[in-house]
């Protein structure tokens, strides 16, 4: 699971908000994201770049981790 770090009020998306990586583009340089619903509907498919996203964890992370 990731988040943004940056608000795209063109598409109605928040710094925060959830969304899924589909696809790994250019050896990693950008994804392809999608941000879905409570119901599972997809609101927005975009690319962005590494920047843009960060690392969702469910469990403390140790320092090492990238």
Known sequence: MNGLTI???EYNLWRGQ?????????????????FSDRSGHTNESLGLQPEQLMVIRFEPASPDTK
């Not at 959830?18 to 999608?34: H, N, P, R, S, Y």
């Open 18 to 34: 959830m969304e899924t990586v589909v696809e790994i583009l250019a050896d990693g340089a950008a994804f392809e994201v999608e």
């Open 7 to 9: 608000d795209l009020p």
